[in-house]
């Protein structure tokens, strides 16, 4: 399991370095660019989705491997309020979208 990020969406707002349990995500300058996130080592990556999550950007994103049931298909968040969406976008292109209301997130 392992995220991956896009350095051309990225905006360097270093929220994904500092919500990695794993300390794996450093910020790093890109040719010409400003400093862009990027992950160190991708097979360390525990799957947590912290990164994930943080990015105001959907700039990260987490590959949904067949071993979990996502045959490929990728997940990034986006956040408004109270509600936090999963956006997966599968290998056809479909997408699809599962809105978790954060007040409710601890409950079950």
Request: glycine content about 8%; some cysteine.
């Amino acid at each position: 399991m392992s995220i991956v990020i896009e350095p051309l969406k990225c905006i360097g707002c270093t929220k994904c370095t500092q919500v990695c349990p794993g300390n794996l995500i450093e910020m790093t300058e890109l040719e010409t660019e400003k400093k862009k996130a990027v992950i160190k080592y991708p097979k360390d990556c525990w799957g947590c989705v912290s990164c994930v999550k943080e990015c105001p950007v959907q700039a990260i994103s987490f590959f949904l491997g067949a071993d979990i049931g996502g045959n490929g298909s990728r997940m990034t968040t986006r956040q408004a309020g109270d509600i936090l969406s999963w956006i997966i976008e599968k290998r056809d292109g479909t997408i699809e979208i599962i809105n978790i209301d954060r007040k409710d997130a601890n409950k079950y």
